[in-house]
C-alpha cells in the first residue's frame, strides 16, 4: 500500500468521524457508525488490490439504498476514489447494438466499449467426440476477461489515474451511430462515439475530452488506452492458428512490424508515433488506425500458455496493448477494423495494413503477393471450386517451370546414354571402388555430362514450394472451403480418425492428400531409380541412398499430415503432373538416339582443362592418392 493510499484512507476516515460525531444520536450509534466506516474502508481495500493501478467502482447494487447516511458516505468514498467523474462511477449497465449486414456489434454502458462483434458471413467450426463437425457463431472481442480502457489521470482521484471500464457512460443512439458520455460536471465530460459504416466491417471511432483541462492531469499531452485482448480459438488447426497470430503495428515513416509469434514478446515504443496497429488471429483482426494524427506512441506485448494447457484452452493467446492518445485537443479522432483479413480490403486502405495477412517476407511474400495470389484471384473469377482453381494453379506452375524440368530429365537421359558404358567399366574395375569412381568421372567429363545437371532445376524450383507452403493456411480464401473428402483447405483434411496418437506428435488423424502424396512420390521415386546409375557411388552408399529415396517420404507423411489440406492437394497434382511431364518427355519428347550422338561428338572433341568434371577428377585422383598412403602405412605396421 502506497503513501498516496494511506492519506487517503486517513482522509476517508477523518471525515467519517467528525461527520459521525455531528451526526450520531448517540454512543452505541456513533460505535455502529465507525463499524460501518470500517467495514466500508474494508470494502476499498478489497476492490482496490495494492498493486492495481485502477479501482473496481462501487456500483449501485453494493450501495445500501436503505440507509441514506450510508450512501452520502458511499458518495464521499466515491469522490474520493473516482474524482470529477464520482457520479459516473456508480449506475446500471446497459447494452446496445449496432449492425449491418456484416456485423452485429454489442455496446457496454460500463465502459462504453464494444462487448462483442458477431460476424454474420463467417462461422466457427468445431468437432464433437464422434468428430463430426458443426458450424456456430464465429465472434471477435467476445471474452469477459477483456479490457478496453482508458487510464484517465484524474488531478484528485485517490490512485491517480481510473479506468474509463469503471465508469457508467450515458449512451444515445442515433441512426447507426451511437455515443457513451461519462460526466465530470458542467460542461465537462470523455466521451466516445462509434458510428457503423455500411456493407463494412469498418467502425469510424472518435474520443472527446470535452472541458477536461482543468480535470486530467496530462503534462505529456497524453491518455493511455490500454487494450487486453484474450484471442479465442477460432480454427480446427492449433498450429496454424497460433504460428499466425500476433499484435502487429507501424509506426510513422517505418515499415510495418509484429510482434514474435512463437513465444512471449514486447515490443517497446515509448516514443514512437504509430499509424496502426492490429490483434490478428490467422484469419480475423481487430485493427484501430489513427486517422488524422498518429497515436504518440506504443507499448505491445505477446503472451503465451505453456504447451501442457494450450490443448483444451479456449483462449490461443493473450495480447496487449498500450497506446498513448493526444489528449491535448478536444477530439482524437480513430478507425477500427473488426473482421476478416482480405487482402484487397486492406490493401485499399494503402497504408501497409495488408502485411498482417501472413505471406511471409523477402522473396517468398514476394512470390505471394505479386504473382501467386492474383494468379490465383484471376483463376478464381471464373471457376468456383477453390480445389480445381488448385488443379489449374498447379498446372501452369508446371508449365512455367517446365524449362528447368526438361532440363533435369534431359540430363538424367544422358546419364542413362552412359549406363552401359558405367555397368562395362564397373565389370572390368571390379574390386577397386574408388579406381570405378575416378575413372566414372573422367567418363562424364570426356562425354560432356555433369552428374549434377539434374539437381540445380530442383534447387531452383524450391522458392516456388516455401511460398505455397506459405500461401494456402494465410489466405482467407480456402478457409472452410470443401473440396472432395477435405472441408477446409485451409486445415488438415481428417479422412481417418486414429483410437490413439501418432507418436511424437499430438495427432489422431490421418490425411488422405498427405497419403497420396507419399504413394505417388514412392511411384517417382520408384520410376527414376530405374533410370539412374548408383553404383559409382560404391555398394554401402548406393544401397543406403536408394533406400533414402524411399524412406524420406514416409517420415514426411507424420510431417506433412497436419499441413493445409490445400498444400497437400496442390502436392498430389504436382506429382502427378510430375510423373506425366517425365514419362512424355522421356519417351515422346526426348530423342535419346539424337542424345548418343552428341555424347560421341563431344568425346571427338578436344578437352579444355579446368571445369567442374576436371576439378571432380583430381578430387578423386587426391583422395586416391590419400587412400594408397593409409594403405602403405597400415602395410609397414604389419
Excluded at 466 to 485: H, K, N, T, V
Excluded at 600 to 624: C, I, T, V, Y
Aim: glycine letters at 6%; one cysteine or more; hydrophobic letters at 40%.
Amino acid at each position: 500500500m502506497d503513501k498516496n493510499t494511506i492519506t487517503g484512507f486517513i482522509l476517508i476516515f477523518g471525515i467519517l468521524m467528525v461527520w459521525n460525531m455531528t451526526m450520531a444520536p448517540d454512543a452505541q450509534e456513533k460505535i455502529e457508525e465507525e463499524q460501518r466506516i470500517q467495514d466500508s474502508i474494508a470494502l476499498i481495500q478489497q476492490q482496490v488490490p495494492e498493486k492495481q493501478v485502477v479501482t473496481t467502482p462501487v456500483t449501485a447494487e453494493t450501495t445500501t439504498e436503505s440507509d441514506s447516511q450510508d450512501s452520502a458516505k458511499q458518495d464521499v468514498l466515491l469522490e474520493l476514489q473516482y474524482g470529477a467523474f464520482a457520479a459516473s462511477a456508480k449506475g446500471e449497465e446497459e447494452t446496445e447494438v449496432l449492425e449491418n449486414d456484416l456485423l452485429k456489434i454489442t455496446f457496454t454502458s460500463k465502459g462504453g466499449r464494444i462487448k462483442d462483434v458477431l460476424l454474420k458471413k463467417h462461422f466457427k467450426v468445431e468437432r464433437d467426440s464422434s468428430h463430426e463437425e458443426r458450424k456456430i457463431p464465429l465472434n471477435l472481442l467476445g471474452d469477459e476477461k477483456n479490457r478496453f480502457e482508458y487510464l484517465l489521470p484524474v488531478a484528485n482521484a485517490a490512485k491517480g489515474k481510473i479506468s474509463s471500464q469503471d465508469l457508467f457512460f450515458e449512451p444515445r443512439v442515433s441512426g447507426n451511430s451511437i455515443s457513451f458520455k461519462a460526466s465530470a460536471g458542467p460542461g465537462k465530460y470523455f466521451e466516445q462515439v462509434y458510428t457503423l459504416k455500411p456493407e463494412s466491417y469498418a467502425v469510424d471511432y472518435s474520443v472527446r475530452f470535452s472541458g477536461l483541462g482543468s480535470v486530467l492531469n496530462t503534462p505529456n499531452g497524453t491518455v493511455e488506452l490500454n487494450w487486453l485482448d484474450y484471442l479465442d480459438r477460432l480454427e480446427l488447426n492449433y498450429k496454424y492458428e497460433h504460428t499466425y497470430s500476433s499484435i502487429y503495428y507501424k509506426p510513422v515513416d517505418e515499415d510495418y512490424d509484429y510482434c514474435n509469434c512463437m513465444q512471449e514478446d514486447k515490443d517497446e515504443l515509448d516514443a514512437d508515433p504509430i499509424e496502426w496497429m492490429a490483434h490478428s488471429n490467422q484469419f480475423f483482426a481487430s485493427i484501430l488506425l489513427a486517422k488524422d494524427k498518429p497515436f504518440k506512441g506504443g507499448i505491445f506485448e505477446t503472451k503465451v500458455f505453456e504447451s501442457d494447457k494450450r490443448k483444451d484452452n479456449p483462449d490461443l493467446k493473450i495480447l496487449q496493448s498500450t497506446l498513448l492518445v493526444p489528449a491535448d485537443q478536444e477530439t482524437f479522432n480513430m478507425e477500427m477494423y473488426l473482421g476478416p483479413k482480405d487482402y484487397e480490403t486492406l490493401a485499399a486502405y494503402d497504408n501497409e495494413l495488408e502485411y498482417i495477412v501472413p505471406f511471409g517476407k523477402s522473396i517468398i511474400g514476394t512470390a505471394n503477393r505479386w504473382i501467386i495470389r492474383p494468379l490465383f484471384d484471376f483463376l478464381s473469377s471464373f471457376i468456383g471450386v477453390k480445389g480445381i482453381v488448385i488443379l489449374f494453379l498447379t498446372l501452369i506452375v508446371k508449365l512455367v517451370l517446365y524449362p528447368l524440368t526438361y532440363k533435369m530429365l534431359h540430363s538424367q537421359a544422358k546419364m542413362a546414354a552412359l549406363k552401359p558404358r558405367l555397368a562395362s567399366l564397373k565389370e572390368k574395375l571390379k574390386g577397386d571402388q574408388s579406381q570405378v569412381q575416378m575413372e566414372t568421372m573422367k567418363m562424364y567429363r570426356e562425354f560432356g555430362v555433369n552428374p549434377l545437371g539434374g539437381c540445380m532445376p530442383v534447387v531452383l524450383q524450391m522458392p516456388v514450394w516455401f511460398a505455397l507452403y506459405r500461401f494456402f493456411p494465410a489466405s482467407i480464401e480456402f478457409r472452410q472451403e470443401g473440396f472432395l473428402w477435405a472441408t477446409d483447405l485451409s486445415s488438415y483434411d481428417a479422412a481417418f480418425w486414429l483410437p490413439f496418437t501418432i507418436p511424437f506428435t499430438d495427432q489422431s488423424h490421418l490425411s488422405l492428400f498427405t497419403l497420396l502424396w507419399v504413394i505417388t512420390t514412392l511411384i517417382y521415386t520408384y520410376y527414376n531409380m530405374q533410370q539412374m546409375d548408383m553404383g559409382n557411388m560404391g555398394g554401402a552408399n548406393a544401397q543406403m541412398m536408394k533406400y533414402m529415396q524411399f524412406i524420406m517420404p514416409i517420415f514426411f507423411l507424420f510431417f506433412f499430415n497436419s499441413f493445409a489440406s490445400g498444400l497437400t492437394c496442390y502436392l498430389v497434382f504436382s506429382n502427378t503432373f510430375n510423373i506425366a511431364q517425365t514419362l512424355i518427355t522421356k519417351n515422346i519428347i526426348i530423342d535419346h538416339d539424337k542424345i548418343r550422338a552428341k555424347l560421341e561428338a563431344h568425346k571427338k572433341k578436344p578437352k579444355k582443362k579446368g571445369g567442374f568434371g576436371s576439378r571432380m577428377e583430381d578430387a578423386l585422383k587426391q583422395q586416391q592418392a590419400l587412400a594408397a598412403q593409409r594403405e602403405a602405412a597400415k602395410s609397414r605396421k604389419k
